[in-house]
């Protein structure tokens, strides 16, 4: 199995950046299919961006699509969530997943993951 733990949260201003890290040890990184979510008080978590674990294909929700990009490096074990143009809309907590399921499309569902960091929290101030 796996241990993820997100960084980099913070407050930060509307059209400001930040870079969240999502550390991982365990079993090797590069087995795990990665993604980060979204979750506001009384919404149900969302997807945010992901890779897929055959090709490493990316996929965004629309609502950050040109904004936010997604990125790992195997070699540190680590995911990234680079945000950029940020909005108010954007403050969540972000949470960083893994799954083991072997597939080349990006998997966007919460219960296809298993592993879940304890989320860091982005506020965007207008």
């Known amino acids: 199995q796996v241990h993820v733990v997100e960084s980099g949260g913070g407050l930060v201003q509307a059209g400001g950046s930040l870079r969240l890290s999502c550390a991982a040890s365990?079993?090797?990184?590069?087995?795990?299919?990665m993604a980060w979510f979204r979750q506001t008080p009384g919404k149900e978590r969302e997807f945010v961006a992901g890779?897929?674990?055959?090709?490493?294909?990316?996929s965004y929700a629309d609502s950050v699509k040109g904004r936010f990009t997604v990125s790992r490096d195997n070699a540190k074990n680590t995911l990234y969530l680079q945000m950029n143009s940020l909005k108010p809309e954007d403050t969540a907590v972000y949470f960083c997943?893994?799954?083991?399921?072997?597939?080349?499309?990006?998997?966007?569902?919460?219960?296809?993951?298993?592993?879940w960091g304890q989320g860091t929290q982005v506020t965007v101030s207008s």
């Open positions: 890779f897929s674990f055959i090709s490493g294909t990316t």
């Open positions: 365990g079993r090797t990184f590069s087995s795990y299919a």
């Open positions: 997943a893994a799954s083991e399921r072997l597939t080349h499309a990006v998997l966007t569902a919460t219960d296809w993951y298993t592993y």
